[in-house]
C-alpha cells in the first residue's frame, strides 16, 4: 500500500472553518488524528433502568413522565423535577444552571430520559445536572457512548459525528503481519478501534479504561512501533552520509595517559575503545558518552580529541560547554594537557575579548590552532575551522535544539561526541535517542567514598555554619549555593550578596569568596581559579557551579533552599563535592512549609546517590514530557503508551521494527503514514 498524503478532518462533511479551528486545538489534524483520539470515558445508553430500581452512586438512564417542576430560589435559584415511571419509582432532577428551553421540556406531563448518578439528596434521591433527552421514542443506543476530551465550545455529539465520520474515511485495513500479531497477542487495528470508539453493551465499564485492555494494547504498540521506525529511517540516513575516517596512531595518547596521575577505570577504557572504533568508521560518529557525575568524562574526551587528531596534522577539535565557568576550566585542563604535546587550544567564549578573538578565529582558520574550547559562540556563524574533524558536546542535554543544529550546520561529515551526567533511563533512551550510540561509564574511580547527605532544617543554619569551619580548619574547602530564584536574576543576586556578607559576619576566620552569573568572566576566572588553588575557604555560589565544576579538594557543599530545586539540580551539586578520597557531605537546607513534590524529591536525593536511580525516580515524579523537556528532545510525545509502564511493549517494538524494515518495507511505509502523517517534518532531524 504506497503512504498517500494525509486526508485532513477539513475534507470532512460538514466541517467548516470554525469547527476545524476547534479540532486543531485538540491536535486533531487529519483523518488519522481524529480516529485516534480516544474517549476519555464511556455512557450507557444501551438500556434503560427501572427508577425503582435504579442503583445510587453509578451512571444509569432512566425515563419517566414529569409530575411536578418548579423554580426555587431558597436557598438559591434552581430547576426542580419530579419524575416518575412504572415502577412506582420517583426520583428528583436537579439544575442550578438552566435556560428557559428546560424549563418547558420539564413541564408537567412530558416524558423525559435522565443520564446521570443518582444521590441521596435533601428532598431524597436525586440526579444533579442529568443529560437529558426529550426523544424519547429514539432507539436505545447500541453500543457504549464515548465522552471524548474536548475544548470549550466543541460539544461532544459534535466531536462524535467527527470521529465517526474520520473513521469511515481512514483506511483502517490492517498493514502489520498476521504473525507478530499473533504473537503479541494484539486484536486488529480495525477491531480496536472498534472496541475503543463504540464498545459494545456488555463490554465491563472498568475494562475499557485499563491500560492493559488489548485495544489499548494495540494502539500503545503501533505508537511506539512508529516511533521506532522513524528513529531507525533517520539513523539509517545519518549512516549513509561520508565522513573523514581518522585513524590515530597513539602518538599522543599514548604520552598522556601515561602522564596522568591516575590510571583509567575499566569503563573510562571501554568507552574509549568504542569512540575511538567510532572515529575510525567512513561514517559520522554520533554517540552519547553517559556517566554519572565525578565518573571521569572529562579526560574520556581529551582522549577522544586527541585520537582525532593523531589522524592528520591538520585535523581541528572542537569543545563545547555549556557555561563560561566550564568552558574556562576544561579550557585550563585541556591546554595544560595539550600544550606539552606541542597542541595549541584555544578558548572561546560570548565574552572572549574582539582581539583575541580574532587571533583565535585567524588561528583556527589557518589551521594554526588544534583545539577550540569555548560556550556555544563556537558555533556562531563568522567562525571557520579550517579542518573540522571532531566536536565534542559537554553537558548536553543543557543544550538546546536549536544550538545542535547549528552544530550540525559545521558540517554533517564532522564526528561528533555528546556527553551527559544527566543520566537518562533506559527506556528513555531507547526511545527518544534511539538514533544515537550510547557509552555507558558504570563505575566511578576507585577510592571515592559516597557522600554523606544531610537534610537540616534552615533554622538551625548556624551549626552548618560551625560545620563550615569544622571542615575549612580541617584543610578542606566548602560551597555554599544560594537558592535559586527563577523569577529574578537580580533578586537572586541580593541573596547571594547577603549570604556572602552573613558568612564573612559569621566566620571571620576564613576567605569567603562570591561568585554569580552577572560577574565578567575575567572576575569569575580569578575566583574560580583562586578556589582551585586553594587560596579561599570558601566558594558562596549561585547555581551557576551546577555543572562540571571539578574541584577535589571541595569536601562539603551546602545547598539553601533545597525544596526549590530539581532532582537532577541537587544531583548535579552535591555531585561537585566526593571528587577526593576525603569524606564529603552534602548539607541540604530547606524551610518549611514543604510541598508533597518538594518532600517527595528531598526524600530522593537523601536515599539515593546513583545517578541513574535518582534519574528514574525524578521520571517518576515529573514524567516523561517533563523529564526530558521539549527543549532537549525536539520529538513528539507519547500519547498512548507509558514508558515506565510499558517497557515489554517498547521491547517487542524495537525487534518488530527491525524485523519490518528488513522484510516488509510497505507496511513500514503504510505505518507511518497513519501515525506521523502531518508530522512529517520530524522523520528528518
Ligand atoms: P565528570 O564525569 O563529572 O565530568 P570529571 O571528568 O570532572 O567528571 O572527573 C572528576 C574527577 O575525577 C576529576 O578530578 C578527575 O581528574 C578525576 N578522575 C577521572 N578519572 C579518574 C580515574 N580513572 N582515577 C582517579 N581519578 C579520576
Ligand atoms: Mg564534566
Redesign the pocket.
Known sequence: MPASAPVSVRDLPDVGEALAKKLEKLHLHTVWDAALHLPLRYEDETRITAIADAPFNTPCQVQGTVAHCEILFQPRKQLLARIRDASGGEINLRFLHFYPNLVRQLAAGQTVRAIGEIKHGFFGAEMIHPKIRTDTDAPLAESLTPVYPTVAGLAQPTLRRVIAAARARIDDGEVLPEALLAQLKLPPLRQTLERLHRPAPDTAPHLLTDPAFPPRQRLKFDELLAQQLSMRLARHAREQSRARPLHGNGAFGKPFAAA??????PA?QRVCAEIRNDLAQARPMRRLLQ???????????ALAALTALEAGDTVQVAVMAPTEILAEQHYHKFHRWFAPLGINTVLLSGRTRKKAKDAAKAGLADGSIRVAVGTHALFQNDMVFCDLGLAIV?EQHRFGVAQRLSLNDKGDNVHQLM?S?TPIPRTLAMSFLADLDVSV?DEL???RTPVRTKLVNCRRRSEVEGMVLHACQHGRQAYWVCPLIEESEALQLQTATETHARLQAALPALNIALIHGRMKAAEKAAVMAAFAAGKTDVLVATTVIEV?V?V?NAALMVIEHAERMGLSQLHQLR?RVG??AAHSTCVLLFAEPLGEVAKARLKVIYQHTDGFEIARQDLQIRGPGEFLGARQSGAPMLRFADLDSDLHLLEAARQAACELLARHPEAVAAHLARWLGSREAYLQT
Open positions: 596522568l596521575p591516575f590510571a583509567l577505570t573510562q556517566g554519572d557525575v565525578g565518573s571521569g568524562k572529562t579526560v574520556v574526551a559537554d556527553m551526567a561509564i574511580p576507585p577510592g562540571g571539578d577535589p555531585g571528587r577526593g
